[in-house]
């Protein structure tokens, strides 16, 4: 599944399938302690490149700010318009990533994370589904040539050119939200993991591409005789 579109833009890792479910996979890593292991990209990470399977839980999901996001939780930590902004002097940091508190608010206010949908939220190599399984969505960890590529893929049956939109917010946001999003509207694919307090967790080179499952089957589709099997495109793969 999806192998045609893994093979045509030289993916070396997994690409990684989103579902839930009410049980705990067997062996599944989950959210660990400190910044680094309890970060849902830390996760996405470790499967995208070795495999495993991991599990985001209702008890367990790691910071507040992936609870909220995911569905978890129904709110987020107390003065986190401060914290996003200008912070509040001997109080909160500041992640200055919007200028004011007003315009955190102002974002929060259209701005609602869906419940989740199980207990579990798992993220799994798409070449360990099982065939009952269900993904909501898939992401995709990939260099700038092959990003430029599935951006152009998921514009090539469309007659406009805003089948990828690139919208602010966090990591989790990216890989898991915006996609359950776009599965109710546009099934637009997701520039990801441009949160700045995840850059660090991934290699420097490295982007993600999200989009909801359904939208990813038609592109593996659309893979033949597309622009992916033609002389511009075979040209720069050479350097992947």
């Given at each position: 599944?999806?192998?045609?579109?893994?093979?045509?833009?030289?993916?070396?890792?997994?690409?990684?399938?989103?579902?839930?479910?009410?049980?705990?996979?067997?062996?599944?890593?989950?959210?660990?302690?400190?910044?680094?292991?309890?970060?849902?990209?830390?996760?996405?990470?470790?499967?995208?490149?070795?495999?495993?399977?991991?599990?985001?839980?209702?008890?367990?999901?790691?910071?507040?700010?992936?609870?909220?996001?995911?569905?978890?939780?129904?709110?987020?930590?107390?003065?986190?318009?401060?914290?996003?902004?200008?912070?509040?002097?001997?109080?909160?940091?500041?992640?200055?990533?919007?200028?004011?508190?007003?315009?955190?608010?102002?974002?929060?206010?259209?701005?609602?994370?869906?419940?989740?949908?199980?207990?579990?939220?798992?993220?799994?190599?798409?070449?360990?589904?099982?065939?009952?399984?269900?993904?909501?969505?898939?992401?995709?960890?990939?260099?700038?040539?092959?990003?430029?590529?599935?951006?152009?893929?998921?514009?090539?049956?469309?007659?406009?050119?805003?089948?990828?939109?690139?919208?602010?917010?966090?990591?989790?946001?990216?890989?898991?939200l915006f996609p359950r999003l776009e599965r109710r509207g546009s099934k637009r694919?997701?520039?990801?993991?441009?949160?700045?307090?995840?850059?660090?967790?991934?290699?420097?080179?490295?982007?993600?591409?999200?989009?909801?499952?359904?939208?990813?089957?038609?592109?593996?589709?659309?893979?033949?005789?597309?622009?992916?099997?033609?002389?511009?495109?075979?040209?720069?793969?050479?350097?992947?």
């Amino acid at each position: 599944m999806l192998s045609r579109l893994q093979e045509a833009i030289y993916l070396k890792n997994h690409p990684v399938a989103v579902l839930w479910s009410d049980e705990l996979p067997s062996g599944a890593i989950t959210p660990g302690k400190g910044h680094e292991e309890g970060c849902v990209v830390a996760l996405a990470r470790r499967v995208a490149y070795e495999g495993v399977v991991a599990a985001i839980g209702r008890d367990n999901y790691g910071c507040r700010g992936a609870g909220y996001h995911l569905g978890f939780v129904e709110k987020l930590f107390p003065n986190f318009r401060y914290f996003l902004s200008c912070g509040l002097p001997g109080k909160v940091r500041g992640e200055g990533y919007k200028k004011t508190p007003e315009l955190v608010d102002a974002w929060l206010s259209g701005f609602k994370p869906l419940p989740a949908a199980a207990d579990y939220c798992i993220m799994k190599p798409v070449g360990l589904l099982s065939a009952e399984e269900k993904p909501e969505s898939v992401f995709f960890l990939v260099k700038p040539d092959q990003l430029a590529a599935l951006i152009v893929l998921a514009n090539y049956d469309l007659p406009g050119n805003d089948g990828v939109i690139a919208p602010f917010g966090s990591g989790c946001d990216s890989i898991i939200l915006f996609p359950r999003l776009e599965r109710r509207g546009s099934k637009r694919g997701i520039v990801a993991l441009t949160d700045i307090s995840v850059r660090g967790i991934l290699p420097p080179d490295v982007l993600g591409f999200a989009v909801p499952f359904e939208r990813a089957l038609e592109m593996e589709n659309n893979v033949p005789g597309s622009f992916l099997e033609r002389e511009d495109w075979l040209e720069v793969s050479r350097r992947l």
